[in-house]
């Protein structure tokens, strides 16, 4: 067991040895075979860097900012459901540990606290909102904007719930059923177990309103049932209701992002839900490029980063910031907020490293340079 972790693979472990199997796979699983799961790293692992040499990296700066809001890292906490599952109040955590680090934290549909509990713990704060119905989707981005959110992420990626074999072989399902395998994987993490009988067990805050109190919702919501109709025009009617800044995540075609920011929208999220949804689904570094050239406005990206150099190779290839998903849920997973915040230190050490060793001092100055396009 990695004592003093050095890196996120020994936070992943930390994580695998807290926690039950069930919530570990939910976490770390992808869709079907995990082709794209593997994909994302493949990809970014693909990627080589281009130093320059006899730069002064004496002084070195990351911090940026993203409409306007200043960041200490181009770093943003992903949305994720069922935070709760892995550290009571694990939203909180989280939001707590990005406040500190002063990035953003995107407060998911499916989180374990109400949009109103979160925006209480402060910091930048953005709203993720998942259209279960069309009905619910309005009363939260109502909730959203008077609870003082400025922005808005719109998750298109999921009309049906992706594939994940781990999650129905572990009996992770809907409807939940405690049998003797799950029994015993969950006996066999005592202090994982201890603190969810102590605090209870995580629920969908934000479907526990009087607008929706009924239970079909929570469960649609868990068994990621959406509303599969959702299309152009109900965008363009978003568009119309949110005031603040709109951004769309799970955009892999450049021709869609086109399309999306002639609606309006303020941000585009390269995402392919970590492997998630869609197995066989290219990586978003690798599209990357194209989108770049279909748009001009901030792209953002998500997938399969898990080093301060990826960040480093987003951002030499034109994304504005990145997102992590799975790797602050290792910290939280390990440690609770402490872990989570350890996570974001440890993407800044490295992001920082890596500056210095390809010379580059400011963040802002990356780009395709960077990057070695020679066979
Ligand atoms: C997610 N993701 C996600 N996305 C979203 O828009 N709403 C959500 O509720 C969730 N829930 C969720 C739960 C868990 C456990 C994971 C791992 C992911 C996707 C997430 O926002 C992001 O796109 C991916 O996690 C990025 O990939 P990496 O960083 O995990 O490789």
Redesign the pocket.
């Known amino acids: 067991m990695p004592k003093h972790p050095l890196n996120l693979e020994d936070y992943r472990q930390l994580a695998r040895l807290r926690l039950p199997r069930l919530v570990f796979d939910?976490?770390d699983g992808g869709a079907e075979d995990e082709l794209t799961l593997r994909r994302?790293r493949a990809a970014f692992e693909a990627i080589r860097l281009r130093p320059r040499c006899l730069v002064d990296v004496s002084r070195r700066r990351q911090a940026t900012s993203l409409f306007g809001v200043a960041m200490d890292m181009p770093l943003l906490v992903?949305?994720?459901?069922?935070n709760g599952m892995l550290w009571p109040g694990g939203d909180l955590a989280l939001a707590r540990a990005a406040a500190r680090a002063n990035v953003p934290f995107v407060v998911?549909?499916?989180a374990s606290a109400t949009i109103e509990e979160v925006a209480e713990a402060g910091g930048n704060l953005w709203f993720?909102l998942?259209i279960v119905s069309r009905a619910m989707a309005d009363s939260l981005v109502e909730r959203a904007l008077r609870a003082g959110y400025k922005t808005l992420v719109l998750?298109v990626d999921v009309p049906v719930s992706g594939k994940r074999e781990r999650d129905a072989r572990n009996g992770f399902v809907q409807p939940f059923r405690i049998t003797p395998s799950t029994a015993l994987d969950v006996l066999g993490h005592p202090r994982w177990a201890w603190q969810i009988a102590r605090h209870g067990a995580p629920q969908l805050k934000n479907m526990a309103s009087a607008e929706a109190s009924d239970i079909d919702t929570q469960s649609a919501l868990l068994a990621r049932q959406m509303d599969a109709s959702f299309s152009w025009d109900d965008l363009r009617r978003l568009r119309d209701r949110w005031p603040h800044r709109l951004l769309v995540?799970g955009v892999l075609n450049a021709e869609d992002a086109a399309r999306i920011a002639a609606c309006g929208v303020d941000g585009i999220i390269i995402?392919n839900?970590?492997g998630?949804q869609l197995d066989g689904a290219s990586a978003p570094i690798e599209v990357l490029p194209a989108m770049t050239r279909a748009v001009q406005l901030p792209i953002l990206l998500?997938?399969?980063?898990r080093r301060g150099a990826d960040v480093v190779k987003a951002l030499a290839l034109g994304a504005s910031a990145v997102?992590?998903?799975?790797?602050t849920?290792y910290g939280l997973g390990a440690r609770g907020e402490d872990g989570a915040y350890e996570v974001l230190q440890l993407f800044k050490s490295e992001i920082d490293r890596v500056q210095a060793l390809i010379g580059c001092p400011d963040v802002a100055g990356l780009d395709a340079t960077f990057i070695d396009t020679s066979q």
């Open positions: 939910y976490v994302n992903a949305p994720t459901g069922l998911s549909t499916a993720q998942y998750t995540k995402s839900h970590g998630r998500d997938s399969g980063v997102l992590i998903g799975r790797a849920l």
